[in-house]
């Protein structure tokens, strides 16, 4: 495009070009968001890894395997904390414990035993036939008449009518108050439940007798429970005593079922003490070590692969996306608010430079550009298992190993470095058969310095000044 | 809880079929008692207080007034039926304690040498 516009051309031009950044502004949000996902898988796998290759290094706590895992490892502490002198410590005081426990039960049967509560048990306790037993249920038959009269006294106005001395001479409540009928009605409804012939000062006298026998059945009653739960508490810590001493004959009992499973956490709590420090060192520092047991090297590389995709994945998205998103979100901020200005009456005579527009243009191009990248960086690292082609030393770049050298990535310092360090470096594809290798041309791989071009794309709207235009 | 108006038409249809003329609402002054009776009959001297918030009875009828009304009737001179809203909840309750309250004043007045 090229001329002068007017400002409805312009601001028709200007909608254009929003709908293409925003495009591209969705687009690499939904692409950050796939990214994370893969992340997070490519994490998840590779803890599962450095628990498969903690395993391999440390099949057992023999003394033999602890001094094969140090070779392999550089790991002295794990020799030095002795997990199978440990292990055999904590087995034998265990056992000791074991011991001290049965010792302590068959005491304290002994002085349960002689306890008269427990001698006596059948005598005191036996259902029916226990002298408390049959204590108790006497007392419960000798209150029950007491408590029928108590019974048959509820009333909610009782205890006023005890109160005010209803239905004794010193009764002194007046006729001309309400309280006079009303407490005479509640006598009446309780004297009814007592027959014809009776009167209140009559049923008065039995209540407080029955009260009165009633409390004392009940302190009775009291006692002889609490002596009965005292004894059938002896009797229950017996029986449980007797229960732990069969368990411990029969090897059930709680700790010696820890006992037996003591080997199987020992074991694993070394070998998650082997993962934090697979998980702290540099696997490429202890290469050299592992190369001696390619078994346990293929694992350890394909847990060093795994870090390293998760590592070089999350790289891409902060470099090449998370910027260009930032910067397509300014810019789209910026076309919103020149849409409303030139939409406004007073600018509909104002002239524009076509041209000003090619800069939007080539902004959005260069957004999808970077989002193009890192999709194909993306594909080739999470596409990646040849984990056998890496090697744990200096001289491998893992980047080109999981992208088969095919994609450049300047912009990850560590790809940087390795490539100042090693400036006559050229990618030498691992053949399957053992020390043959392919050197890999990219000479005509456009080389780009993406983390050049992902900054400059960032800051794209840092040269203009008020406006786009 | 009875409204006054509920209490006082009860009470006014017990205390007629008694035989009492009770009028409503009987300014009464006699010494230090000074107040509207709700239903009296001057003559026989006998009627009933209904006691409500309601109607500002606890303000016209003070500790010391029921004090008053109740020397009174201990000494014969009047038959006051007192009764507290808060004290009755049920219609046929108040109907029944006033039948015994009027059977209690017919014993007092024939004791009396009064008639009816």
Redesign the interface.
Known sequence: MSGVLNSGQYVAELHKARTGVLNAYNQTRSQKDSCRREVSTLVGRSETALSELAQAILPDLSSAAVERAVQMTGYTTLAATNPAGELELAQKQLLESIAQRGVDIRNRIAVLEEHPEFQNRLLLRAPNTGTLVREIAEISYFREPYVETLRRCDHPRLQRLLEVNYGLPSYSV??????Y??D??AGDEIVAKFGADSDFAKVRAEFLTARDAAATYDRKLSKLREELARGESIEREHQYLCDETQQIQEGRHPLQEQYHRMPEQFLKEARIRLERYLADVDLVAIGDRLAKYPDVEGMAKRYYGLKKQAEYLRKTSTELLTNSESGLAQTLSRLDRDISKYNRPKYQYQRFQADDLQKLQSREHRALDLLNRQRMAQAAIVGFAAYEMGRLDEDCLWWDVITDGKVKANYIDEVAQFKAMHPEYKYRRMKRKPGETEIVDDGDLELVEDAAYAIANAGLDSDLSSDIS | MLTEHEGCAILKEAFLAAGYDIADNVPFSEGNIQFNIDGFDAAARVGFEFITTEAGDRNELTPEMIAAVEKAIEKGALFLLLVDEEEIDAEDDLRNHARRFLDRVAERRRGAGVSR
Do not use: N
């Open positions: 007046p006729f001309w108050r309400l309280s009928y009303a005479w009605k």
